[in-house]
């Protein structure tokens, strides 16, 4: 009689660790952060964002320096000013401050003209690799795919349920070996990003 129900007990249990298995079989992940990094037109997109974001801060930097030119100036000729004279002078610098921070709001503040740019320029590259990873999963019946560079913590990840390269290779892309290690390799030297998509950040 305890043979007959240890094997009862013994069927219901595969009975439901069979669905289990299966289940456990529909998920997988990918690494959007290794995946764009290995996109030409993602490439050639942060580069051009970067050389516009280089540009805008060194305007940025130029007027605070003509501020700071300007404010030294009005010091060392300050105690020859007349009260209405230093009033002037006072106003400019602040106008020319005023005028810096909107320039410096308008360029690199949420939502400006870098936002825009970023927006213009990286977000059609994301929502192909989106669509992408979307008929990935519908071709291989997925219910689930994570993806390992965003905020969710993977404490382990075992390399064959790793769609990245799949992702890819629907894009048309096929990094050799050396590009995927150099790439891995700087992902994990990187420091997290101060922002949105490696731009550089005022620094003011």
Same mark, same amino acid.
């Given at each position: 009689?305890?043979?007959?129900?240890?094997?009862?007990?013994?069927?219901?249990?595969?009975?439901?660790?069979i669905p289990m298995?299966?289940?456990?079989?529909?998920?997988?992940?990918?690494?959007?952060?290794?995946?764009?990094?290995?996109?030409?037109?993602?490439?050639?997109?942060?580069?051009?964002?970067?050389?516009?974001?280089e540009q805008w801060?060194?305007?940025?930097? &130029?007027?605070?320096?003509?501020?700071?030119?300007?404010?030294?100036?009005?010091?060392?000729?300050?105690?020859?000013?007349?009260?209405?004279?230093?009033?002037?002078?006072?106003d400019e610098i602040?106008?020319?401050?005023?005028?810096?921070?909107?320039?410096?709001?308008?360029?690199?503040?949420?939502?400006?003209?870098?936002?825009?740019?970023?927006?213009?320029?990286?977000?059609?590259?994301?929502?192909?690799?989106?669509?992408?990873?979307?008929?990935?999963?519908?071709?291989?019946?997925?219910?689930?795919?994570?993806?390992?560079?965003?905020?969710?913590?993977?404490?382990?990840?075992?390399?064959?349920?790793?769609?990245?390269?799949?992702?890819?290779?629907?894009? &048309?892309?096929?990094?050799?070996?050396?590009?995927?290690?150099?790439?891995?390799?700087?992902?994990?030297?990187?420091?997290?990003?101060?922002?949105? &998509?490696?731009?550089?950040?005022?620094?003011?």
């Amino acid at each position: 009689m305890k043979s007959g129900l240890q094997k009862l007990a013994l069927t219901l249990a595969m009975v439901v660790m069979i669905p289990m298995v299966n289940y456990a079989q529909k998920f997988a992940y990918v690494d959007t952060e290794y995946i764009l990094s290995l996109l030409p037109d993602y490439k050639s997109a942060q580069k051009k964002l970067n050389e516009i974001a280089e540009q805008w801060q060194k305007e940025v930097d &130029g007027k605070y320096e003509g501020i700071d030119k300007m404010y030294k100036e009005y010091q060392a000729e300050k105690i020859l000013l007349t009260p209405e004279q230093q009033k002037v002078r006072e106003d400019e610098i602040i106008s020319k401050e005023k005028e810096a921070k909107k320039f410096q709001q308008d360029k690199f503040g949420y939502e400006g003209e870098l936002f825009k740019k970023r927006q213009e320029l990286v977000k059609p590259i994301q929502d192909k690799v989106f669509e992408t990873i979307q008929k990935i999963a519908k071709d291989d019946a997925l219910d689930f795919i994570f993806d390992k560079s965003s905020d969710m913590t993977m404490l382990f990840s075992n390399a064959k349920y790793d769609k990245s390269d799949n992702v890819l290779t629907a894009l &048309g892309v096929a990094p050799t070996k050396e590009e995927k290690e150099k790439t891995k390799e700087k992902q994990k030297s990187d420091l997290p990003p101060a922002g949105d &998509g490696g731009d550089l950040p005022p620094r003011r």
